[in-house]
């Protein structure tokens, strides 16, 4: 006698016993079957879907089985046979029963319930769509096992819409004997009907389950849309308040932030605004173009080798009244200059420049934090223009092909797509002061080593430009700028310190053949230490 309580639950006692057992075997299904989520079924459970599932050679499977474990049954031959041919469902149902029987004889005699189970699947595939009370008793056992093996199953198995059309099939089959009547047109299987029915009966409750996740969604939408018109409109009246000043803002100035005497005075905000009081409901200062032929001068004798690059990017102020360059990317080999020509071109043009490393920044610090964290910050940009006070100061992107590519915090490069695109760096909403930010005047210049590692997004909003390196050609024309820039970092006068002489200067041009600037200005520095050494001693 079974324990399970499902059964016994479901148990007659005009049924043919079935034990439980006999159902749940035949879980592994053979080697050739290719939905993975059918080889763990009960067999009976198995053959239905494969039905539902419209596979093939569904016979054949069974009759493969059941020569396996009875190699000498005849009948098995026969039933198969019956199904090939164009033989009436009468005879069909005939020969399944007799092998059905046959199997079950078998179990009892050989005490083999695993036979158990294959009488279940012949009279599966056999039955006809029941009509009468003729076969009603081979029905209601297989509606038995199916059931008995569809609660075991449900009971342990996570995949829900497997379970979904176990049921739909199972009691679909249980519907059958009550609607055969109205089934009579069907002239395929009771198992191919069963689908059908079972499909019928979950119709309703499926489109149910459809409306309800609809208006979930639409509710959550609606809620949404709520929720932005309540910020469009706390912006309105935030820009309505600051309409005024507005007016009277000059050409040459930019209010970047505007913020109300309340949320001035927010506490949350007061550790966030410190700092960059002094440029919040101001007009700022625009930096002028300064003439443009004195800087390409300044920088022609600290990159000589560089011409072409300065060209291009000086062309773009040309008939601007104040400065502001278009996102710049300069790629080109390690050593090259790329990062000291990008501060020393803003330090010409009289910006101030704030210098990222794109290896050691994620997209949540340059972008900013938000207000609820204990660490808000605003984004880099407005901490830029706040060192810098004035609107338009440069933000330098070092090395923006070794960013992070993880996406816990943000990537680096998602987060500059808002403020490289004209249309929505204007209005930048700031996460720590939730307001948004006109940072539409400042510059971004990026460099690196190569373009491979970057997305097609950001390349496609950087003025791509190849940053050449100096040849030995362009020694003479480097050493004046490079010995004056490590004079300068020792806070000396380049006026007294004398040029290098021409022993020094062969020493320098025996081991630098171009190349790198880095190990040229290693080596000026080493010859200026060597100087600094003999004064000593002398």
């Not at 069907?186 to 198992?191: Q, V």
């Not at 930019?254 to 007061?270: F, G, P």
Request: charged fraction near 30%; aromatic fraction near 6%.
């Amino acid at each position: 006698m079974s324990t399970d309580p499902t059964a016994d639950k479901l148990s007659d006692p005009d049924l043919p016993t079935i034990d439980h057992d006999a159902i749940t075997t035949g879980a592994a299904a053979d080697s050739s079957e290719a939905d993975d989520r059918l080889k763990n079924l009960p067999r009976v459970l198995r053959y239905a879907m494969l039905v539902s599932t419209a596979a093939k050679h569904i016979d054949q499977r069974l009759a493969a089985e059941i020569t396996e474990l009875c190699p000498d049954l005849a009948l098995t031959t026969g039933w198969l046979a019956g199904r090939e041919t164009e033989s009436g469902q009468d005879l069909v149902t005939d020969l399944g029963l007799l092998l059905a029987s046959e199997l079950d004889r078998l179990a009892v005699n050989e005490d083999r319930t695993d036979l158990r189970s294959l009488a279940d699947c012949v009279r599966l595939l056999s039955l006809p769509v029941p009509t009468d009370i003729c076969h009603f008793g081979e029905h209601r056992r297989v509606a038995k096992s199916l059931l008995i093996a569809f609660v075991g199953f449900a009971r342990s198995s996570d995949d829900e819409e497997l379970c979904s059309d176990l049921e739909r099939f199972c009691f679909g089959w249980v519907a059958l004997p009550t609607c055969g009547l109205l089934l009579s047109r069907y002239d395929r299987s009771a198992a191919y009907t069963a689908d059908i029915v079972g499909a019928r009966m979950a119709e309703h409750r499926v489109e149910a389950a459809k409306a309800s996740v609809w208006k979930l969604v639409e509710d959550k939408a609606k809620q949404k849309e709520e929720k932005q018109a309540e910020q469009r409109k706390k912006a309105n009246d935030v820009e309505s308040q600051t309409a005024a000043p507005r007016v009277a803002v000059p050409e040459d100035r930019l209010v970047v932030a505007r913020l109300t005497d309340e949320e001035m005075k927010n506490i949350k905000l007061k550790d966030i605004i410190g700092p960059l009081k002094s440029v919040i409901n101001v007009t700022l200062p625009l930096v002028q173009s300064p003439p443009l032929h004195e800087v390409r001068e300044l920088l022609m004798f600290e990159f000589p080798y560089a011409a072409d690059v300065i060209d291009f990017v000086l062309a773009d102020l040309v008939g601007r009244v104040t400065v502001r360059l278009r996102p710049l990317l300069l790629v080109g080999d390690p050593g090259g200059g790329k990062s000291r020509f990008s501060r020393r071109l803003g330090e010409v043009l009289g910006l101030n420049v704030w210098r990222t490393d794109a290896s050691r920044s994620d997209g949540a610090v340059f972008a900013g934090t938000d207000r609820r964290w204990y660490s808000a910050e605003p984004c880099h940009p407005f901490l830029a223009i706040g060192r810098a006070k004035h609107a338009n100061p440069l933000v330098l992107l070092d090395e923006i092909e070794k960013a992070g590519t993880r996406t816990d915090y943000g990537r680096l490069w998602d987060c500059l797509l808002g403020f490289l695109e004209p249309e929505t760096n204007a209005r930048y909403p700031d996460p720590a002061l939730q307001i948004t930010l006109d940072l539409s005047q400042v510059s971004y210049i990026a460099t690196a080593n190569s373009l491979d590692p970057l997305p097609s997004p950001i390349r496609d909003r950087f003025r791509v430009i190849t940053f050449p390196k100096p040849t030995a050609n362009d020694l003479d024309a480097l050493l004046p700028a490079v010995t004056a820039d490590l004079v300068g970092e020792r806070g000396l006068d380049s006026r007294w310190v004398a040029p290098l002489d021409g022993t020094e200067r062969m020493a320098v041009a025996t081991h630098w053949r171009g190349g790198s600037v880095r190990r040229l200005r290693r080596l000026v520095e080493a010859i200026l230490r060597e100087r600094d050494l003999r004064a000593a001693r002398n």
